[in-house]
């Protein structure tokens, strides 16, 4: 009954292996005509084992493969638990004792098994190592195998807390037999750390009973019936108090369950239960949902100990972003913002987020910008274990190469430009990395403003004013600077007007002041409340030094520093 | 005394002027300043390209960035890639550029906390490869800064130009070309105190506003001389390989 895969084979890489096909809106299972006779009271064989015309007659036959993890638990805690000579066991509590649920192999060698108490366990182990149990991190861990696993099945579901069941029906051809595809899924599964049993039935449910049972492979419907009939109903997982129930009346088996009148053990144990018999001997039919995995990625991984060590801050994260860089290759997603949060022992957490100008799955331009940002991180207490999450996540567009022909576009297109704005900024911070635009505007202080540098990086901003024309370079103007229209503008400005001191009526600024230019008056601005009226001048100091100056229009008609013709 | 000569021209702490010198046809690594009078004091007739130049000034204001616009708006009009304005004392005149044809749209500024932040993003900028040319204004920078910036503008092919106090003249530096601004007489001066490949000269007045325009002087013998001992020096040669 039980035939365990055959671990002796050369893989392909993983990556290589192709992914099949989803099957839009395919109907699991459609209802047949359920039998409603009862089943009889004793002694004669259920109708069940009759060639009857169930569901799978009419549709495509399925064929279900269940991969179970019975280390879960333990796997879910992180490698070092999972690797660990030591006896670990992980512990949950269950009737307000701590009882353990899964013992590693030194711990099964010293004779603590599940169920056990703690104190018990602990007895026959006093070095004994334990972990509470994390269903979060359980359901995470075998989310990201179902996701792994869409590369065997169109449909795979999960069966939590630890069986994933994959329609293979469909895929035997592509992986060429049933033999090698389930050895396939347990290399692989192996590889990844995890120790996996591989079951197969037309039936879901099936599967998943024979999994608990140790493992098995049923092909044909008809041959159902044999298997299951001797498997203890422990194996269903239903209630403790419907298993003592059962028990009660002398029924351990399924096959002995079978053999119940349906409407009274129905009414006795519960419909769900009839139902549940039902499906697995595909009386009735099992839609399953196809897990799909969430648009964003989370990641966690423990450092083993506690560090502010950037290296291996460095390390964790790296390995983060490498799974991070395969979960966007499998979705064909890009990110636009990375978040790390360091997780401190005694609680808390220190968060850094990279955000990109574009959304992207390079993860060599993230990782130098993350080593950038260790190396200015301080960590309030050492870190236990990094996440990484990512925002919304993008659809990645295909990439668009240049002809060779258009030379200079592929130049443009490289992205090297906001590489540089994103990296200065990881150290610097935001705001220490700003952009200039012109505005079309006469009033100096308005002309201009700071903008994102990568905000419309291809136009350049608002047309320019008339005095803000483009003056010829002085080699090529030949020396005829007699543009009277051109009003030369300083090339460094004040923020803040400085307020100039007078002597004797004449403005000072290290010195009485030279007018060279002037006046030139600004006058705009009655509408939106910064009223201006100026008169500008061009003036010069002792030291050679041009300045801009003005002299307001209105009383007290101060001097003001404008600019610096640097 | 030939041995002694052969010892000292061998010796690897003694930097000869010749060395490095822009040969013809590499142009392409100068830019034309766009003032005759210094194009004619610098080796190739221009600024030199993807290294490191010094300029020193007492004040600002006298003409420091006046001196570069030419070059720096016609790289821009060559080449794809940002000007970087590192720490500026104030806050450049976006139509002001737009006169002298930067395109304002390439002009990344960027404000770090001290000295050593700004060393910190003016090699980031010049080693990215994407920069035509990297402006900062930092106060203390010592000779192997001097030479890592150096290498980073070869690597990245843009120009730097780190302007600083006055008072870094007597400082040893890798910088291919050092000058100091003052003003003179009439106008500003130019004092190409350390030219990598050719002579050390002033230029007087060098944009020419009041009309004057003297030739290129050669230094004085006198003053020529500390001078030379400045840029030629044993034990410069570290700072200018």
């Given at each position: 009954?039980?035939?365990?895969?055959?671990?002796?084979?050369?893989?392909?890489?993983?990556?290589?292996?192709?992914?099949?096909?989803?099957?839009?809106?395919?109907?699991?299972?459609?209802?047949?005509?359920?039998?409603?006779?009862?089943?009889?009271?004793?002694?004669?064989?259920?109708?069940?084992?009759?060639?009857?015309?169930?569901?799978?007659?009419?549709?495509?036959?399925?064929?279900?493969?269940?991969?179970?993890?019975?280390?879960?638990?333990?796997?879910?805690?992180?490698?070092?638990?999972?690797?660990?000579?030591?006896?670990?066991?992980?512990?949950?509590?269950?009737?307000?004792?701590?009882?353990?649920?899964?013992?590693?192999?030194?711990?099964?060698?010293?004779?603590?098994?599940?169920?056990?108490?703690?104190?018990?366990?602990?007895?026959?182990?006093?070095?004994?190592?334990?972990?509470?149990?994390?269903?979060?991190?359980?359901?995470?861990?075998?989310?990201?195998?179902?996701?792994?696993?869409?590369?065997?099945?169109?449909?795979?579901?999960?069966?939590?807390?630890?069986?994933?069941?994959?329609?293979?029906?469909?895929?035997?051809?592509?992986?060429?037999?049933?033999?090698?595809?389930?050895?396939?899924?347990?290399?692989?599964?192996?590889?990844?750390?995890?120790?996996?049993?591989?079951?197969?039935?037309?039936?879901?449910?099936?599967?998943?009973?024979?999994?608990?049972?140790?493992?098995?492979?049923?092909?044909?419907?008809?041959?159902?019936?044999?298997?299951?009939?001797?498997?203890?109903?422990?194996?269903?997982?239903?209630?403790?108090?419907?298993?003592?129930?059962?028990?009660?009346?002398?029924?351990?088996?399924?096959?002995?369950?079978?053999?119940?009148?349906?409407?009274?053990?129905?009414?006795?144990?519960?419909?769900?239960?009839?139902?549940?018999?039902?499906?697995?001997?595909?009386?009735?039919?099992?839609?399953?949902?196809?897990?799909?995995?969430?648009?964003?990625?989370?990641?966690?991984?423990?450092?083993?100990?506690?560090?502010?060590?950037?290296?291996?801050?460095?390390?964790?994260?790296?390995?983060?972003?490498?799974?991070?860089?395969?979960?966007?290759?499998?979705?064909?997603?890009?990110?636009?913002?990375?978040?790390?949060?360091?997780?401190?022992?005694?609680?808390?957490?220190?968060?850094?987020?990279?955000?990109?100008?574009?959304?992207?799955?390079?993860?060599?331009?993230?990782?130098?910008?993350?080593?950038?940002?260790?190396?200015?991180?301080?960590?309030?207490?050492?870190?236990?274990?990094?996440?990484?999450?990512?925002?919304?996540?993008?659809?990645?567009?295909?990439?668009?190469?240049?002809?060779?022909?258009?030379?200079?576009?592929?130049?443009?297109?490289?992205?090297?430009?906001?590489?540089?704005?994103?990296?200065?900024?990881?150290?610097?911070?935001?705001?220490?990395?700003?952009?200039?635009?012109?505005?079309?505007?006469?009033?100096?202080?308005?002309?201009?403003?700071?903008?994102?540098?990568?905000?419309?990086?291809?136009?350049?901003?608002?047309?320019?004013?008339?005095?803000?024309?483009?003056r010829e370079l002085p080699a090529a103007a030949?020396?005829?600077?007699?543009?009277?229209?051109?009003?030369?503008?300083?090339?460094?400005?004040?923020?803040?007007?400085?307020?100039?001191?007078?002597?004797?009526?004449?403005?000072?600024?290290?010195?009485?002041?030279?007018?060279?230019?002037?006046?030139?008056?600004?006058?705009?601005?009655?509408?939106?409340?910064?009223?201006?009226?100026?008169?500008?001048?061009?003036?010069?100091?002792?030291?050679?030094?041009?300045?801009?100056?003005?002299?307001?229009?209105?009383?007290?008609?101060?001097?003001?520093?404008?600019?610096?013709?640097? | 005394?030939?041995?002694?000569?052969?010892?000292?021209?061998?010796?690897?702490?003694?930097?000869?002027?010749?060395?490095?010198?822009?040969?013809?046809?590499?142009?392409?690594?100068?830019a034309a300043t766009g003032y005759?009078?210094l194009d004619?004091?610098?080796?190739?007739?221009g600024w030199?390209?993807?290294?490191?130049?010094?300029?020193?000034?007492?004040?600002?204001?006298?003409?420091?960035?006046r001196l570069f616009m030419p070059a720096l708006s016609a790289l821009?009009?060559?080449?794809?890639?940002?000007?970087?304005?590192?720490?500026?004392?104030?806050?450049?005149?976006?139509?002001?550029?737009?006169?002298w044809g930067l395109?304002?749209?390439?002009?990344?500024?960027?404000?770090?906390?001290?000295?050593?932040?700004?060393?910190?993003?003016?090699?980031?900028?010049?080693?990215?490869?994407?920069?035509?040319?990297?402006?900062?204004?930092?106060?203390?920078?010592?000779?192997?800064?001097?030479?890592?910036?150096?290498?980073?503008?070869?690597?990245?092919?843009?120009?730097?130009?780190?302007?600083?106090?006055?008072?870094?003249?007597?400082?040893?530096?890798?910088?291919?070309?050092?000058?100091?601004?003052?003003?003179?007489?009439?106008?500003?001066?130019?004092?190409?105190?350390?030219?990598?490949?050719?002579?050390?000269?002033?230029?007087?007045?060098?944009d020419?506003?009041?009309?004057?325009?003297?030739?290129?002087?050669?230094?004085?013998?006198?003053?020529?001389?500390?001078?030379?001992?400045?840029?030629?020096?044993?034990?410069?040669?570290?700072?200018?390989?």
């Open positions: 009954m039980v035939s365990p895969p055959e671990p002796d084979s050369v893989l392909p890489a993983e990556r290589g292996t192709p992914r099949p096909r989803p099957e839009r809106g395919r109907v699991t299972a459609v209802p047949g005509p359920a039998r409603q006779q009862p089943l009889p009271l004793g002694g004669g064989e259920p109708p069940a084992e009759d060639p009857s015309p169930s569901y799978s007659r009419q549709r495509r036959s399925q064929l279900w493969l269940c991969v179970r993890l019975p280390g879960i638990a333990l796997e879910a805690l992180g490698e070092s638990a999972a690797a660990t000579a030591e006896p670990v066991a992980v512990v949950e509590e269950e009737g307000g004792q701590a009882v353990v649920h899964l013992a590693n192999r030194a711990a099964a060698a010293a004779g603590i098994g599940s169920g056990q108490t703690l104190s018990a366990a602990l007895a026959l182990a006093p070095g004994l190592l334990t972990c509470s149990r994390r269903p979060r991190r359980e359901r995470i861990l075998l989310e990201s195998l179902a996701d792994w696993a869409g590369r065997f099945s169109p449909l795979v579901s999960l069966e939590a807390p630890d069986a994933l069941l994959l329609e293979v029906q469909g895929s035997l051809r592509l992986f060429r037999g049933l033999e090698r595809l389930c050895r396939l899924v347990t290399e692989g599964l192996r590889q990844r750390g995890h120790r996996a049993l591989v079951c197969v039935a037309p039936t879901p449910l099936a599967a998943l009973w024979l999994s608990r049972d140790g493992g098995g492979r049923v092909e044909g419907a008809t041959a159902l019936p044999q298997h299951l009939n001797p498997l203890d109903l422990r194996v269903t997982g239903w209630p403790a108090a419907v298993l003592r129930g059962l028990a009660g009346i002398g029924v351990t088996t399924i096959g002995e369950c079978r053999r119940l009148p349906r409407e009274g053990f129905a009414r006795r144990f519960g419909a769900a239960r009839l139902q549940a018999l039902d499906r697995a001997f595909g009386r009735l039919p099992d839609p399953r949902s196809h897990h799909s995995s969430p648009p964003r990625f989370r990641e966690q991984i423990d450092l083993g100990e506690e560090t502010r060590d950037e290296a291996l801050l460095a390390a964790g994260c790296s390995r983060l972003l490498a799974s991070l860089e395969d979960f966007l290759l499998r979705h064909q997603r890009a990110a636009r913002r990375l978040r790390f949060r360091f997780f401190h022992l005694r609680g808390g957490a220190t968060p850094l987020t990279l955000g990109f100008s574009d959304a992207g799955c390079d993860v060599e331009h993230w990782r130098s910008l993350l080593g950038i940002r260790l190396e200015r991180l301080r960590l309030p207490a050492p870190a236990i274990a990094v996440e990484l999450a990512t925002g919304r996540l993008e659809h990645r567009g295909g990439d668009t190469a240049a002809l060779p022909l258009m030379a200079d576009q592929a130049a443009r297109q490289d992205g090297g430009l906001p590489r540089l704005v994103e990296s200065l900024r990881a150290r610097l911070g935001e705001d220490a990395v700003r952009g200039l635009r012109c505005l079309a505007e006469h009033r100096p202080q308005q002309a201009w403003h700071e903008v994102d540098p990568l905000e419309g990086m291809t136009d350049g901003g608002a047309g320019p004013s008339p005095w803000n024309r483009v030949g020396g005829g600077e007699g543009d009277d229209l051109l009003l030369e503008r300083p090339l460094w400005i004040l923020t803040q007007p400085q307020r100039l001191a007078v002597h004797e009526g004449h403005p000072c600024h290290d010195g009485p002041l030279r007018f060279v230019e002037g006046p030139e008056r600004i006058e705009s601005g009655w509408w939106d409340g910064a009223d201006t009226a100026r008169d500008y001048y061009v003036a010069e100091t002792d030291a050679g030094v041009r300045l801009w100056i003005y002299r307001e229009r209105r009383p007290p008609a101060a001097w003001y520093l404008q600019g610096i013709f640097g | 005394m030939d041995e002694a000569l052969e010892q000292l021209l061998g010796s690897y702490r003694l930097w000869r002027g010749s060395e490095g010198a822009v040969r013809e046809g590499e142009a392409g690594r100068v005759s009078r004619a004091c610098l080796p190739g007739g030199p390209l993807a290294s490191l130049t010094e300029a020193l000034s007492g004040a600002c204001g006298i003409g420091e960035l821009c009009r060559q080449r794809e890639g940002w000007v970087v304005w590192i720490a500026p004392p104030h806050v450049p005149y976006a139509p002001a550029l737009m006169q395109e304002v749209s390439r002009v990344l500024l960027i404000h770090p906390a001290g000295d050593q932040e700004a060393l910190w993003a003016m090699e980031q900028a010049l080693s990215s490869g994407t920069c035509v040319a990297v402006l900062a204004w930092i106060n203390r920078m010592d000779e192997r800064t001097s030479r890592r910036l150096q290498l980073a503008a070869g690597r990245g092919e843009s120009w730097a130009i780190a302007f600083r106090p006055a008072a870094a003249r007597r400082e040893a530096s890798a910088a291919a070309l050092r000058l100091m601004l003052r003003p003179g007489s009439n106008g500003t001066d130019v004092d190409l105190f350390k030219v990598r490949g050719a002579r050390p000269a002033l230029v007087s007045d060098y020419g506003r009041d009309g004057s325009c003297p030739l290129p002087l050669m230094r004085p013998p006198g003053e020529g001389l500390t001078e030379v001992t400045g840029a030629v020096g044993v034990g410069e040669r570290a700072g200018s390989g």
